[in-house]
């Protein structure tokens, strides 16, 4: 039987596994971090509308530039992020991963090298790898901060054409300050220049603001955002960056020919006019997620301050083991592979109560951590 290995695949990919995370059928699945809220109903009709409309015309191709999406993305982000962005600064593609993907083919690729401060968005380093550009792993605290003075010589010493800060970060949920983004893009632009680029995946949920008026004066900048989070979109495969006109101009170079599909458009185009109400769900999800942080150290475990839709939580003697601990008790979370540590998605407050029942169980499993002590009886 021909397996991979029997294959001419490219070196750089023999080996190597696919991004996944398991997908189990549990009563609790907190280890993707989806919003758990279904989408409300009044935008499910209106993508029903959408959709029909656009699809008395799919005998021809979709709008090939995505303007009227492109131009309602730029709406959203001058109102929530605190800068003023046009039609000209937005592009759009098939989830923030094809968003990353076209970054890498347009400023990446043989011959070129991207770094990342580990751990971080695996996805990045497994784009990098796909599109035939070096991955250099860049350094963190203990704390997961980043080490600013060892990032400032690695970017010296390696002069990569991509640098990547993701903030809030995943899988740790902590924010990056504005002013190491700045520290690593004016190291950067010493080295080489070089393009950064700035994922916020998860900046709705953050206790801060976005780092998008950082793009102001700085056409090496970009600021790459998704749907599937906070919209509550992780089926319609929707991401998009912010940046410099000539950043959009570039990465068009290598867009596949009408790349998102008319159905996509309207249905992202139907989710942005319920911008409101979906807001409305992340503010719940927020507060979800302090009462997580909360509770979890309440009982023991130490805890990753997150701003993020997830927390990561530990630390364990086995992780894997703590996580198959967890499993037992009907509820999936996330083993990324960070020694000592979990990470749990925020879901509703049924499914949060149901993990944090199953946590309280484990204390013998978590390493260094003394078990409460209980109440004595009267």
């Given at each position: 039987?021909?397996?991979i290995?029997d294959?001419?695949v490219?070196?750089?990919?023999?080996?190597?596994s696919?991004y996944g995370?398991?997908q189990?059928?549990?009563p609790?699945?907190?280890n993707?971090?989806e919003?758990p809220y279904?989408?409300?109903?009044?935008?499910?009709?209106?993508?029903?509308?959408r959709?029909?409309?656009?699809?008395?015309?799919?005998?021809?191709?979709?709008?090939?530039?995505?303007?009227?999406l492109r131009t309602?993305?730029?709406?959203?982000?001058?109102?929530?992020?605190?800068?003023?962005v046009?039609?000209?600064n937005?592009?759009a593609?098939?989830?923030?991963?094809e968003?990353?993907?076209?970054l890498?083919?347009?400023f990446?690729?043989p011959?070129?090298?991207?770094?990342?401060f580990?751990?971080?968005y695996?996805m990045?380093?497994?784009?990098?790898r796909?599109?035939?550009t070096?991955w250099?792993?860049g350094?963190?605290?203990e704390?997961?901060?980043?080490?600013?003075?060892a990032?400032?010589r690695?970017?010296?010493e390696?002069?990569?054409?991509?640098?990547?800060v993701?903030?809030p970060n995943?899988p740790t949920g902590n924010?990056?300050p504005p002013?190491?983004v700045?520290?690593?893009?004016?190291?950067?632009?010493?080295?080489k220049?070089?393009m950064?680029i700035v994922?916020e995946a998860?900046?709705?949920f953050s206790h801060?603001d976005s780092?998008?008026?950082l793009?102001?004066g700085?056409p090496?900048?970009v600021?790459?955002?998704?749907?599937?989070?906070a919209?509550?979109a992780a089926?319609?495969r929707?991401?998009y960056?912010?940046?410099h006109p000539?950043?959009?101009?570039?990465?068009q170079?290598?867009r596949l020919?009408y790349?998102?599909s008319a159905?996509t458009q309207a249905?992202?185009l139907a989710?942005?006019?319920?911008t409101d109400?979906l807001l409305?769900?992340?503010?719940q999800l927020?507060s979800?997620?302090?009462?997580?942080?909360a509770?979890?150290?309440?009982?023991g475990y130490e805890?990753?301050?997150?701003?993020?839709?997830f927390v990561?939580?530990?630390r364990?003697a086995?992780?894997?083991?703590a996580?198959?601990k967890?499993?037992d008790r009907g509820v999936?979370?996330r083993?990324?592979?960070?020694?000592?540590w979990?990470r749990?998605s925020?879901?509703?407050?049924?499914e949060?109560?149901?993990f944090?029942?199953?946590v309280r169980?484990l204390?013998?499993f978590?390493g260094?951590?003394?078990?409460?002590?209980?109440e004595?009886?009267?």
């Amino acid at each position: 039987m021909t397996r991979i290995d029997d294959l001419p695949v490219r070196d750089e990919l023999r080996g190597k596994s696919p991004y996944g995370a398991p997908q189990l059928d549990v009563p609790v699945r907190l280890n993707t971090n989806e919003n758990p809220y279904p989408l409300p109903e009044p935008l499910v009709e209106r993508i029903a509308e959408r959709v029909r409309e656009a699809a008395r015309d799919l005998n021809r191709y979709p709008d090939r530039d995505a303007v009227e999406l492109r131009t309602r993305l730029a709406e959203y982000l001058t109102r929530t992020g605190g800068h003023r962005v046009g039609l000209e600064n937005v592009w759009a593609a098939n989830g923030s991963n094809e968003v990353i993907q076209q970054l890498l083919q347009t400023f990446g690729g043989p011959g070129r090298t991207a770094i990342g401060f580990e751990p971080s968005y695996s996805m990045h380093a497994l784009i990098a790898r796909g599109t035939g550009t070096g991955w250099i792993p860049g350094p963190r605290n203990e704390d997961f901060t980043i080490d600013l003075a060892a990032a400032r010589r690695a970017i010296a010493e390696h002069r990569p054409d991509v640098v990547f800060v993701t903030t809030p970060n995943n899988p740790t949920g902590n924010a990056v300050p504005p002013e190491t983004v700045l520290a690593l893009y004016e190291a950067a632009q010493a080295a080489k220049p070089s393009m950064v680029i700035v994922d916020e995946a998860y900046v709705e949920f953050s206790h801060g603001d976005s780092l998008l008026p950082l793009i102001e004066g700085r056409p090496h900048l970009v600021v790459s955002r998704t749907m599937s989070k906070a919209f509550g979109a992780a089926g319609l495969r929707l991401g998009y960056l912010a940046a410099h006109p000539a950043v959009v101009d570039a990465v068009q170079l290598v867009r596949l020919p009408y790349h998102l599909s008319a159905v996509t458009q309207a249905t992202a185009l139907a989710a942005l006019e319920h911008t409101d109400t979906l807001l409305k769900y992340v503010e719940q999800l927020k507060s979800e997620r302090d009462r997580l942080v909360a509770e979890l150290r309440a009982t023991g475990y130490e805890v990753i301050e997150s701003d993020a839709n997830f927390v990561q939580f530990g630390r364990f003697a086995d992780a894997h083991e703590a996580w198959r601990k967890i499993l037992d008790r009907g509820v999936l979370v996330r083993d990324n592979g960070v020694p000592g540590w979990l990470r749990v998605s925020t879901g509703t407050p049924q499914e949060n109560d149901a993990f944090l029942d199953a946590v309280r169980e484990l204390e013998c499993f978590v390493g260094d951590i003394p078990t409460p002590p209980k109440e004595q009886s009267a």
